[in-house]
C-alpha cells in the first residue's frame, strides 16, 4: 500500500509538483504517465526514499521519511533503467545485489533464502539461462530485464518501475507488462512510469496522469482516455479506438493536430 | 572458484614472505630461519637477525603492501575511477611536506613517522572537508581537492628541497618520497598498530557497500544503502591505512594503483574476495619488492617506490592493455 498526504517535490529549488494525494491498495497496478519532464521519475524516486519532500508518503503502512534506509528497501523496491558503467559482473551478481537490505554488514555469504530469491527473480524475467553473461554483453532489453530482477530479488511488497518497457521490442513489453499483472495478482503494489498510453490501457487497474505541475487524476483506464483531459495534457488531439473486446486505444491524432 | 582463487593469492604471500626473510646480507637458510622462529626467546646473532632485522622488516612491507592496496582497491569503487589511489586523498603530499619542513627545522629521525602520519591524516580530513556536500560526499570535489592540496604540498616539498641548506637535508626528504622500510622495526609497526587495526575494521565494514556500489550510486541508495555513511567509513579507513603505511615506509607508489586493478583481473570486483586478494598480492609484492632493493646494490638499498615503478609499471602496462574480453575491461 502507498499512500500519498499533501506531497509536493522540488529539483534544483525549483517547484516541479504540488499537493499530491493518493491511495494504492496492495495488489493494485497503476500505471504512473505524463509528459516529459512532468515529474514522473522524481516522484517515483520520492517514493522511494530517494528525493526530498514535503508532505507524507506512506509505505506499507509506515511513514517513509522515518524509516531507515535499510527497512525502506525491505518495502519499496526502485527499478530504474539508466545505465551505468558497470565492471565486469555476471547477470547473477547484479541481481544478487537486489538481496542487501536483507544482510547485516558482516554476513557476506548468500544464504539458501537469498540463493532462492535470485533464482525465483532471473525465472519471473527468463534470464535463467543467461545469469552468468556478462551484464555489458547482454542486449538493452536483456538489461532491462535484470534491472527488473534485481528489483524483484528485494522480495518488497511495493515495487516501482521507472519506464520498464523502454528499450524493449513489443514482445517482451508485453512479457515484461505481463508479469507485472502477474506481481500484481499475487499482492505487490505496482506503480509504473510509462509512456505509452495503450500499454498502461492494456495492463494497468487506474492510471495515475501527472500535468500541470499536480496529479490531475488516478482513473481507470477507460474513463481516463475518453475524457479530454489527457488531450490538455498532452497538448495533442488523439484518436480512440474500441477494441472488439471493449478495451479502449487512443493515438495521437494526426498531423496538424498539436495545440498549443 | 573465486574462492579457491583467493585462497590461492592468499598462499602467495607465505611464499614471498619466505623469499624476503632468506635475503640479507648474512646468508641464512630457509631452516636456520624457522629454526630461530620456532625460538623466538634465544639469545643469539642468528635470533637477532631473524627476530630483530628481518621479520620485522618483512612484516612491515606487508602491512604497507597490503594497507595501499586495500585502500586503492575501496577508493577506486567507491569513485569508480580506475585512476584513483590511496593518496588521493593528500596524505602522501602532505606527509612530505610536513617531513621537509620538520627535517629542515632539525627533527629528530624518529620523530618523522609520526609526523608524516598525523600530516597525513590531517590532509585527508580537509580534503573531506573540502569535498563534504550536505552530508555526504562529492566524488568530483573529493578528486579536485586531492589533487590540488597534493600540487600544493608537492611545491612545498620542492621548495624545500630547492632551498635546503645542506644536502643531507635534501637526501633525507628524497628519502621519503622515494619510500624505504630501511631501519625500521618493532616499535614502528607497534605505533601504527591501532590505526591499522581501525582502518581494517572499517574496510570489513565497507565490504558490503563496495558491493551495492558496483551498480551505481543510484541503484546502491535504492537497495538501501546509507550511501553518505559508507562514503565517509571508505574514505577513513582508506586514509588511515594510507596514513599509517606513510609513517612505515615513506611514499610506496604504484601499489595502491595497480595491484587493485591486477586482482581485479583475478578475481573479479566481489570486495568479498577482491579486498582480501588485493591484501595478498598487495602484501607479496611489496615483500618481494623490498627483498630485491636490499639484494640489488648491497650493501646499499635501492629505494622500493623506485623499484616498484621501473618493474612494475611496464609489466603492468602489458598485462592492462594487452587485447581481452570487453566486459572485463570497464572498472568500477
Redesign the interface.
Known amino acids: 500500500m502507498i499512500g500519498l498526504r499533501d506531497v509536493s517535490l522540488r529539483v534544483d529549488g525549483r517547484l516541479l509538483l504540488r499537493a499530491i494525494d493518493a491511495q494504492i491498495e496492495s495488489g493494485e497496478f497503476v500505471a504512473l504517465i505524463g509528459p516529459n519532464g512532468v515529474g514522473k521519475t522524481t516522484l517515483l524516486r520520492a517514493i522511494?526514499?530517494?528525493h526530498a519532500y514535503a508532505g507524507t508518503i506512506l509505505v506499507d503502512g509506515a511513514a517513509g521519511a522515518e524509516l531507515?534506509?535499510?527497512?525502506?528497501?525491505?518495502r519499496v523496491?526502485?527499478v530504474?533503467g539508466?545505465e551505468?558503467?558497470?565492471?565486469?559482473?555476471r547477470v547473477a551478481?547484479?541481481v544478487s545485489?537486489?538481496r542487501?537490505?536483507h544482510?547485516r554488514?558482516?554476513?557476506?555469504q548468500a544464504r539458501p533464502e537469498d540463493e532462492r530469491a535470485i533464482q525465483q527473480a532471473l525465472r519471473a524475467v527468463r534470464m535463467e539461462a543467461l545469469s552468468e553473461r556478462?551484464?555489458?554483453?547482454l542486449s538493452a532489453g536483456e538489461r532491462q530485464r535484470v534491472w527488473i530482477a534485481?528489483g524483484l530479488a528485494?522480495e518488497t511488497p511495493i515495487l516501482l518501475l521507472d519506464e520498464p518497457t523502454s528499450h524493449l521490442d513489443v514482445r517482451v513489453a508485453h512479457e515484461i507488462l505481463e508479469l507485472l499483472r502477474t506481481l500484481a495478482r499475487e499482492g505487490k503494489t505496482i506503480v509504473c512510469a510509462l509512456h505509452d498510453l495503450n500499454e498502461a490501457a492494456a495492463y494497468a487497474d487506474r492510471i495515475a496522469l501527472l500535468g500541470e505541475g499536480t496529479l490531475l487524476t488516478v482513473a481507470p483506464p477507460a474513463q481516463l482516455l475518453n475524457g479530454r483531459l489527457i488531450e490538455r495534457v498532452y497538448g495533442i488531439a488523439m484518436e480512440r479506438v474500441r477494441l472488439p473486446g471493449g478495451g479502449l486505444r487512443v493515438f495521437a491524432g494526426p498531423r496538424g493536430a498539436i495545440r498549443g | 572458484m573465486k574462492t579457491l582463487k583467493a585462497i590461492a593469492l592468499i598462499a602467495i604471500v607465505p611464499g614471498a614472505g619466505a623469499a624476503s626473510m632468506l635475503v640479507g646480507a648474512t646468508p641464512l637458510t630457509l631452516a636456520q630461519i624457522l629454526s630461530q622462529l620456532g625460538h623466538p626467546h634465544e639469545q643469539s646473532v642468528l635470533h637477532a637477525i631473524v627476530w630483530q632485522l628481518r621479520l620485522p622488516r618483512v612484516c612491515i612491507a606487508a602491512t604497507v603492501g597490503a594497507s595501499l592496496a586495500i585502500g586503492g582497491a575501496m577508493l577506486q569503487g567507491m569513485l569508480r575511477n580506475p585512476l584513483v589511489d590511496p593518496y588521493l586523498t593528500g596524505v602522501s603530499a602532505a606527509a612530505a611536506a610536513a617531513i621537509a619542513v620538520a627535517v629542515v627545522a632539525g627533527a629528530a629521525a624518529a620523530t618523522l613517522p609520526p609526523i608524516g602520519f598525523v600530516a597525513g591524516l590531517g590532509a585527508a580530513l580537509l580534503v573531506a572537508a573540502l569535498a563534504r556536500r550536505g552530508s555526504g560526499i562529492d566524488s568530483n570535489r573529493l578528486i579536485l581537492a586531492g589533487v590540488s592540496l597534493s600540487a600544493l604540498c608537492a611545491a612545498i616539498v620542492t621548495l624545500v628541497i630547492v632551498r635546503a641548506q645542506s644536502y643531507d637535508y635534501a637526501a633525507a626528504v628524497l628519502s621519503w618520497l622515494a619510500g624505504s622500510m630501511a631501519g625500521r622495526g618493532w616499535h614502528d609497526l607497534a605505533a601504527t598498530s591501532p590505526y591499522l587495526a581501525l582502518g581494517a575494521l572499517l574496510a570489513l565494514a565497507s565490504v558490503g557497500p563496495l558491493n551495492a556500489l558496483r551498480i551505481g550510486e543510484l541503484r546502491a541508495r535504492a537497495v538501501g544503502l546509507d550511501v553518505d555513511r559508507a562514503q565517509w567509513t571508505i574514505l577513513a579507513s582508506a586514509s588511515l591505512l594510507a596514513a599509517a603505511s606513510v609513517a612505515l615506509a615513506g611514499l610506496v607508489g604504484f601499489v595502491g594503483l595497480i595491484v587493485p586493478h591486477l586482482t581485479r583481473r583475478v578475481v573479479g570486483s566481489d570486495a568479498r574476495v577482491l579486498l582480501p586478494g588485493c591484501a595478498a598480492i598487495g602484501a607479496a609484492l611489496c615483500m618481494v619488492a623490498d627483498a630485491v632493493c636490499r639484494r640489488i646494490v648491497a650493501p646499499a638499498e635501492l629505494p622500493i617506490g623506485v623499484l616498484l615503478a621501473i618493474i612494475g609499471v611496464p609489466a603492468f602496462l602489458y598485462l592492462y592493455l594487452r587485447p581481452q574480453v570487453p566486459a572485463a575491461r570497464v572498472v568500477a
Not at chain 1, 84 to 89: G, I, K, M
Not at chain 1, 134 to 137: G, K
Open positions: 522511494s526514499g530517494l531507515p534506509p535499510l527497512a525502506r528497501a525491505r523496491a526502485f530504474t539508466d551505468v558503467l558497470l565492471d565486469a559482473l551478481d547484479v545485489i537486489g542487501f537490505p544482510h554488514w558482516w554476513q557476506w556478462f551484464f555489458a554483453t534485481l528485494q
